[in-house]
């Protein structure tokens, strides 16, 4: 499996950036595509998912300000935060999780993406 997150950046507060997480092909089918991050000495926190069907979660945090789309068929989800707040500052991960075609789990994690807000 590779998982690529990616759109990172520096941002000013109220600003915007767009994250993407592409899965490779493969063995296995695909239930959820998630975004966590992680702050400097915290463990990582949800951040909101998409599941087979299309249905969305968000954390409060993030609500109103953050939408995620993407189809877990096409194995793509992408992260547009508006708003963005200084503490909204992170490594921000993607997160598959689902089945292999021989029955075992999937649940596999990308490398990060630095997320920068200015104040």
């Known amino acids: 499996v590779q998982l690529q997150a990616s759109g990172g950046g520096l941002v000013q507060a109220g600003g915007s950036l767009r994250l993407t997480c592409t899965a490779s092909s493969g063995p296995f089918t695909i239930d959820t595509i998630g975004w966590y991050r992680q702050f400097p000495g915290a463990q990582r926190e949800f951040v909101a998912d998409v599941v087979r069907g299309g249905s969305t979660r968000y954390s409060n945090s993030v609500k109103g300000r953050f939408t995620i789309s993407g189809d877990t068929a096409l194995r793509t989800s992408y992260l547009q935060m508006n708003n963005l707040k200084p503490e909204d500052a992170a490594i921000y991960y993607c997160?598959?999780?689902?089945?292999?075609?021989?029955?075992?789990?999937?649940?596999?994690w990308g490398q990060g993406t630095q997320v920068t807000v200015s104040s």
């Open positions: 997160n598959i999780d689902g089945d292999y075609d021989d029955g075992t789990v999937l649940d596999y």
